[in-house]
């Protein structure tokens, strides 16, 4: 691992820097619930855009800033930003927009590439069933092409912001004889096409973060559809693979534990700071000490990605590791505030706006989405480590 910077990249450093000291103060707060963005968010997004701090390598033709990659740069900035307590940009649907850059077609780049990174056109992930989550080729939901349209049948679950989205990009069978990986197919269509049910389903969070989505005789045109026909799962395999990397980002897990350092230097018991009561120190040590693995085995991916080698082991633990990571960092936060700990919503004594609440609760979700944390043991086990298959299951 090399963690030094060459002057060049300290140079970059101190542009990002400048530029969070004279833009800071019109970053968007922190914004509950997965709604759609506000016009500020739009405007900081743009903003962002412009400067090279979001969609920062898509290229200036899909709307993008265009810069060559550099993963480097990247890093600082996620660094920085992060340091700041600044939201970062986005590069749009990170699910989504990689894989139409590396699979759509022409077509598709221009007409949704754009509008999704500035934040116009919200997606949504069909991709989960009532019968298939973690066995996700099992997935019955049905398409037949019919002329020069798809006709789809069937539930998907779990879809996260569909009552709010405009797209939906959607694992469907398509071919019902192939074998169960090769039988899928990745369509994309607007959510207000008719025969699309959403019925939104409240969390533990109090929102309805996700919804149950019925499709009957939903037709969409036979274009709607991203890589070949009965190729579906390979691209779902390459939104997957985005959506565990930014789950697990470690300038926001870092971030996070410097909120909890000054929660529990202010929070006090008989007038002590809790961050001096041993037994409190003791988690919090524990938890740094885990906070710093996880923020040098992002050094170690990028110094792979930096001469150009895969990174192995270490990106396969990503997801895992932050997903629980910040839900223990949470839960130390819930325990140190003690009665205040259970307040919720809009209490006047709410600590940092409720964050550490919200948080610890979306947070458990998140250990089970994109993957359950036993999926990720599995498949640590078996591609990174090249563990035995688990054996399978068969009934005789
Ligand atoms: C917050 C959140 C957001 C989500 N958003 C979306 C979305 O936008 N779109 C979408 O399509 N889906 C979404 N999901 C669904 C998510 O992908 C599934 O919940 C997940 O894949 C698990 O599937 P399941 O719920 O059917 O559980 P199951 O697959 O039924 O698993 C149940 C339990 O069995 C364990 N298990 C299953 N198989 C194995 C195995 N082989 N070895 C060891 N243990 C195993 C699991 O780890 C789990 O603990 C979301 C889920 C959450 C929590």
Same mark, same amino acid.
């Given at each position: 691992?090399?963690i030094?910077?060459?002057?060049?990249y300290?140079?970059?450093?101190?542009?990002?820097q400048? &530029?969070l000291?004279e833009?800071?103060?019109?970053?968007?707060?922190?914004?509950?619930?997965?709604g759609?963005?506000?016009?500020?968010?739009?405007?900081w997004?743009?903003l962002?855009?412009?400067?090279?701090y979001?969609?920062?390598?898509?290229?200036?033709?899909?709307?993008? =800033?265009?810069?060559e990659?550099?993963i480097l740069?990247?890093?600082?900035?996620?660094?920085? &930003?992060?340091?700041?307590?600044?939201?970062?940009?986005?590069?749009?649907?990170?699910?989504?927009?990689?894989?139409?850059l590396?699979?759509?077609?022409?077509?598709?780049?221009k007409?949704l590439?754009g509008?999704?990174i500035?934040g116009?056109?919200?997606?949504?992930?069909?991709?989960?069933?009532?019968?298939?989550?973690?066995d996700l080729?099992?997935?019955?939901?049905?398409?037949?092409?019919?002329?020069?349209q798809?006709?789809i049948n069937?539930?998907?679950?779990?879809?996260s912001?569909?009552?709010?989205a405009d797209m939906?990009?959607?694992?469907?069978?398509?071919?019902?004889?192939?074998?169960?990986?090769?039988g899928?197919?990745y369509?994309?269509?607007?959510?207000?096409?008719?025969?699309?049910?959403?019925?939104?389903?409240?969390?533990?969070?109090?929102?309805?973060?996700?919804?149950?989505?019925? &499709?009957?005789?939903v037709?969409?045109?036979?274009d709607?559809?991203?890589?070949?026909?009965?190729?579906?799962w390979?691209?779902?395999?390459?939104?997957?693979?985005?959506?565990?990397?930014?789950?697990?980002?470690?300038?926001?897990?870092?971030?996070?534990?410097?909120?909890?350092?000054?929660?529990?230097?202010?929070?006090?018991?008989?007038?002590?700071?809790?961050?001096e009561?041993?037994?409190?120190?003791?988690?919090?040590?524990r938890?740094?000490?885990?906070?710093f693995s996880?923020?040098?085995?992002?050094?170690?991916i990028?110094?792979a990605?930096?001469?150009?080698?895969?990174?192995g082991?270490?990106?396969w633990?990503?997801?895992?590791?932050?997903?629980?990571?910040?839900?223990?960092l949470?839960?130390?936060?819930?325990?140190a505030?003690g009665e205040?700990?259970?307040?919720?919503?809009?209490?006047?004594?709410?600590?940092?706006e409720?964050?550490?609440?919200?948080?610890?609760?979306?947070?458990?979700?998140?250990i089970?989405?994109?993957?359950?944390a036993?999926?990720?043991?599995?498949?640590?086990?078996?591609?990174?480590?090249?563990?035995?298959?688990?054996?399978k =299951?068969?009934?005789?």
């Open positions: 691992m090399d030094a910077y060459n002057p060049e300290e140079a970059f450093r101190v542009e990002v400048r &530029f000291e833009n800071k103060s019109k970053a968007p707060a922190g914004h509950r619930g997965r759609r963005p506000t016009a500020e968010e739009q405007a997004q743009q962002l855009i412009k400067h090279g979001a969609a920062r390598t898509i290229p200036k033709e899909y709307g993008g =800033y265009g810069a990659p550099d740069k990247s890093h600082i900035i996620a660094e920085e &930003f992060a340091i700041a307590g600044v939201k970062p940009g986005h590069n749009g649907d990170d699910r989504l927009v990689p894989v139409v590396e699979i759509g077609t022409e077509e598709q780049k007409a590439i509008p999704t500035r116009e056109m919200m997606w949504c992930q069909g991709y989960s069933e009532p019968g298939s989550g973690s080729a099992s997935l019955s939901t049905k398409g037949v092409l019919e002329g020069d798809w006709v069937g539930q998907k679950i779990w879809t912001g569909a009552q709010h939906c990009f959607c694992l469907v069978r398509t071919e019902p004889d192939a074998p169960k990986h090769q899928i197919s369509l994309i269509f607007p959510m207000d096409t008719p025969g699309i049910e959403v019925r939104p389903l409240v969390t533990m969070t109090g929102e309805a973060i996700f919804n149950e989505t019925f &499709f009957t005789d037709r969409i045109p036979a709607g559809i991203i890589g070949k026909r009965g190729e579906g390979f691209v779902a395999n390459a939104t997957l693979k985005h959506e565990r990397g930014s789950l697990g980002d470690p300038n926001q897990t870092e971030r996070r534990f410097r909120l909890l350092v000054d929660l529990m230097k202010n929070e006090k018991v008989d007038g002590t700071p809790l961050i009561i041993p037994s409190y120190r003791d988690r919090l040590l938890l740094q000490a885990r906070v996880m923020k040098y085995n992002g050094m170690r990028l110094t990605y930096a001469k150009d080698e895969e990174p082991l270490p990106r633990i990503v997801k895992l590791q932050g997903c629980e990571l910040n839900h223990q949470s839960a130390l936060a819930i325990d505030m205040l700990g259970v307040l919720y919503e809009d209490s006047p004594y709410l600590r940092d409720g964050m550490w609440q919200q948080t610890y609760m979306l947070d458990l979700g998140l089970i989405g994109g993957g359950t036993q999926i990720q043991k599995n498949m640590i086990g078996e591609r990174a480590l090249g563990l035995p298959k688990e054996p =299951y068969t009934q005789n």
